[in-house]
């Protein structure tokens, strides 16, 4: 049994239902596996029923980053929908309407899909 996991594999399971879901676990899985645990204020990302709240999808508090999760406040919005581009560009414009430029100066925005974007 192989647990690689490549492209292929994450672009057909984000083709399922299951994937809307279940995104926000898996990168809270990530987030906890990348970041020592005494630099993690708070990690919020709402799965499963809870996926569809309204708000971003995923919140990380942290004093140090690494290369996958930013130092500080970020906020993220993941997406399994196969338009990439259009939902991006519509989740940043959302987002930056709806947030303070003061809170815009000290929080990172990450877009994260489970799909290949190329725009």
């Known amino acids: 049994m192989s647990f690689f996991v490549n492209s292929q594999s994450i672009k057909r399971w984000a083709a399922t239902m299951d994937a809307r879901s ?4 898996v ?3 990530l987030v ?3 970041i020592d645990r005494s630099q993690l ?5 709402p799965a499963y029923e809870s996926s569809q ?3 971003f999808d995923g ?3 942290c004093t140090q980053g690494n290369a996958w999760v930013s130092e500080e406040r970020s906020v993220w919005e993941l997406s ?3 338009k990439t581009k259009a939902k991006a560009d519509d989740d940043i414009a959302t987002r930056t309407d709806s947030t303070s430029p003061e809170e815009r100066a000290v929080t990172t925005y990450v877009c994260l899909t489970a799909r ?3 725009d």
Not at 22 to 25: G, I, K, Q, Y
Not at 41 to 45: A, G, I, L, R, W
């Open 53 to 55: 709240r309204p708000g």
């Open 22 to 25: 279940r995104l926000p676990h």
């Open 27 to 29: 990168i809270r899985q």
């Open 41 to 45: 204020q708070k990690v919020n990302f």
């Open 59 to 61: 919140e990380v508090i």
């Open 116 to 118: 290949h974007f190329q």
């Open 32 to 34: 906890w596996a990348t």
């Open 80 to 82: 399994v929908q196969n």
